[in-house]
């Protein structure tokens, strides 16, 4: 069986911290690859602040030096809500030969008793856990934890400097901060 994981998210903007979780989970767990899958419309929050396809756009730029780094769409190609649920569902059945590891931070842990159909995705995925500032990984879920350097950034984080005209160099690739400055984003 082929090992992938999935880092699920709105990415509005990607940021460093996407990057460190998607590797150190490469790492630790031996995954061949990481596919990055962007919400059309997530599931459990406000819609993202930009267009999927700028969300995409940036998603592409963050990744593209990291040959274990995808990026998949399946989840745009859907459209409507984002439910984790019916895209595990569709890789499951599209590739049987392959064991997926849906990685999420501290926040999606305390929040997955309110996943859409949880008990029956607990079963068709594993959930891989990674700590995140002012959140625990306490959960009646089995979920396997992977110890990370934790790292306190968040996209709004990065909204919120930008509205405020602050610096959010360093906590984004460059190339998103170039695209995000080129395209007046988040202003
Ligand atoms: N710094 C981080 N440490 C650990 N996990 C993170 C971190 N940033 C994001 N994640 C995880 O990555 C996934 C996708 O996150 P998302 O794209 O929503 O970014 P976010 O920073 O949480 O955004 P926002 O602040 O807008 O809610 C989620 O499972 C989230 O928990
Ligand atoms: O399916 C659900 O009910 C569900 C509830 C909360 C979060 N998720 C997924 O978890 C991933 C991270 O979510 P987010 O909004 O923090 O980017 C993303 O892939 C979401 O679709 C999924």
Redesign the pocket.
């Known amino acids: 069986m082929k090992r992938i994981g999935i880092l ?3 990415f509005d903007p990607p940021h460093i911290g996407h990057l460190v979780i998607a590797e150190e989970v490469r790492m630790a767990l031996h995954l061949e690859e990481i596919w990055f ?1 962007p ?1 059309y419309e ?4 406000q819609e993202a602040s930009i267009e999927v396809n700028k969300r995409l756009a940036m998603l592409e730029s963050a990744i593209s030096d990291n040959t274990s780094f995808h990026i998949n769409t399946i989840e745009i190609e859907r459209s409507g809500k ?4 019916d895209t595990i569902k569709s890789l499951n059945n599209r590739y049987s030969d392959t064991e997926f590891f849906f990685i ?1 931070g501290g926040d ?1 842990v305390e ?1 997955l008793p309110h ?2 159909k949880i008990d029956e995705l607990m079963r068709m995925v594993k959930f891989v856990g990674v700590k995140r500032p002012g959140y625990s990984l306490t959960t009646p879920y089995p979920i396997q934890e992977v110890e990370i350097p934790m790292i306190d950034i968040s996209s709004s984080l990065i909204r919120e400097r930008l509205y405020k005209n602050e610096s959010i160099r360093y906590l984004v690739p460059d190339s998103v901060y170039t695209f995000i400055k080129g395209n007046h984003l988040y202003e």
């Open positions: 699920g998210g709105t899958i919400t997530p599931p459990h929050k984002s439910y984790t649920y999420i999606m929040y996943w859409h």
